[in-house]
């Protein structure tokens, strides 16, 4: 079974509509992280969380939502979906130690469209 | 704040060819730095990694990696391309002093030719 997974794998949504995307892992790791990639732009950092306490904005967040509803457990959620939300969502998890965050594991990517 | 640059969005090469791919960074100190591979419809999936160990790091298919610090460099190499390489291609880095993520560069394709 894979360590990182994400539900759905695929979602056509319409313009306005509240979706969640989730993310579940079984490596036991503290830290998750939500990006978005869009082609020629590389991996965007969305929100991310050192612990099921702690939430912290990445570079893109307006438009999105989290929770951590357990170690394992990290969602994702656009409030009101708009169509430049179309792309690529991926979760990841890692270790780390203090400042540092170590190498990081993903899932398989959930791709979204927003028509 | 710390930064990656992939130089060249796509990069083409012969099957049997040298495979160079650069990545610079920004830091202040050495960091940890990673290199990424992504094959089409799937995650990302780590290929090596320096942890401030040895400056010429060993990954899987083949891939290996030097870290060089007065070029702030770490580029990607494979002695041979093969056609199941062709894939993106992310470096990422990770720096205590500056912020408590990994950065991400924007991304080299790889393009294999027959």
């Known amino acids: 079974d894979a360590d990182v997974t994400q539900t759905p794998r695929n979602r056509i949504t319409k313009t306005g509509k509240r979706i969640m995307l989730e993310c579940s892992q079984t490596?036991?790791?503290?830290?998750m992280y939500w990006y978005r990639q869009d082609p020629g732009l590389g991996l965007r950092l969305i929100y991310y969380?050192?612990?099921?306490?702690?939430?912290n904005k990445g570079e893109i967040s307006d438009g999105y939502s989290v929770s951590r509803q357990a170690q394992a457990k990290f969602s994702l959620s656009l409030e009101s979906a708009i169509p430049n939300q179309t792309a690529l969502y991926f979760c990841?998890?890692?270790?780390?130690?203090?400042?540092?965050?170590?190498?990081?594991?993903f899932g398989p990517g959930t791709r979204l469209t927003v028509t | 704040a710390q930064s990656v640059t992939q130089l060249g969005s796509h990069v083409s090469v012969s099957e049997g060819a040298l495979v160079l791919l650069r990545c610079n960074y920004s830091?202040?100190?050495?960091?940890?730095l990673f290199w990424y591979v992504q094959y089409p419809n799937q995650g990302l999936q780590l290929l090596l990694k320096?942890?401030?160990?040895?400056?010429l790091v060993k990954g899987i298919n083949g891939f290996e990696a030097e870290f060089k610090k007065s070029e702030t460099s770490f580029h990607l190499t494979k002695p041979s391309a093969h056609m199941s390489d062709a894939a993106e291609y992310f470096c990422?880095?990770?720096?205590?002093?500056?912020?408590?993520?990994?950065?991400f560069g924007k991304g080299t394709r790889l393009h294999i030719l027959p």
């Open positions: 969380s050192f612990d099921v306490k702690d939430i």
């Open positions: 320096y942890t401030s160990a040895a400056t």
């Open positions: 830091s202040s100190v050495p960091p940890y």
């Open positions: 990841a998890t890692s270790e780390g130690k203090g400042m540092w965050s170590y190498e990081q594991y």
């Open positions: 990422a880095v990770s720096d205590q002093n500056r912020d408590d993520k990994i950065i």
């Open positions: 490596k036991g790791h503290d830290r």
